[in-house]
């Protein structure tokens, strides 16, 4: 089992920034690729960004490239998702998750084991 906590969320004005952060227990941390998903009041799910295990390569959604960063701090069992020139339509809960480091499809939600509690960002116009 990995649990996986996150934090940093809250309320911010559109074009502003907010760091979340994702820490992980349980099991080996660098085992496992890491994801950060979002979801809006009445929508699907949707990925944002994902890592791989080692950091070395990163992915980004097509929305969020430009604007938003995801990392990880393996010795901290820690991954991140710095956001910039957050909009308002990015309202919604922010979700990281974890998938075993064999995977190479970081996209769609089905393909992580392990998910956080979440945690809500919200982004005034």
């Known amino acids: 089992q990995v649990q996986l906590v996150e934090s940093g969320g809250g309320l911010v004005q559109a074009g502003g920034s907010l760091r979340l952060s994702c820490a992980a227990s349980?099991?080996?941390?660098?085992?496992?690729?890491m994801g950060w998903f979002r979801q809006a009041p009445g929508k699907e799910r949707e990925f944002v960004a994902g890592i791989s295990w080692s950091g070395r390569a990163t992915y980004l959604a097509d929305s969020v490239k430009g604007r938003f960063t995801i990392s990880r701090d393996n010795a901290k069992n820690t991954v991140y998702l710095q956001m910039n020139s957050l909009k308002p339509e990015e309202t919604a809960v922010y979700y990281c998750?974890?998938?075993?480091?064999?995977?190479?499809?970081?996209?769609?939600?089905?393909?992580?084991?392990?998910w956080g509690q979440g945690t809500q960002v919200t982004v005034s116009s």
């Open positions: 998750a974890a998938q075993r480091r064999s995977y190479i499809d970081y996209e769609p939600y089905s393909q992580y084991d392990y």
């Open positions: 349980g099991r080996t941390f660098s085992n496992y690729n």
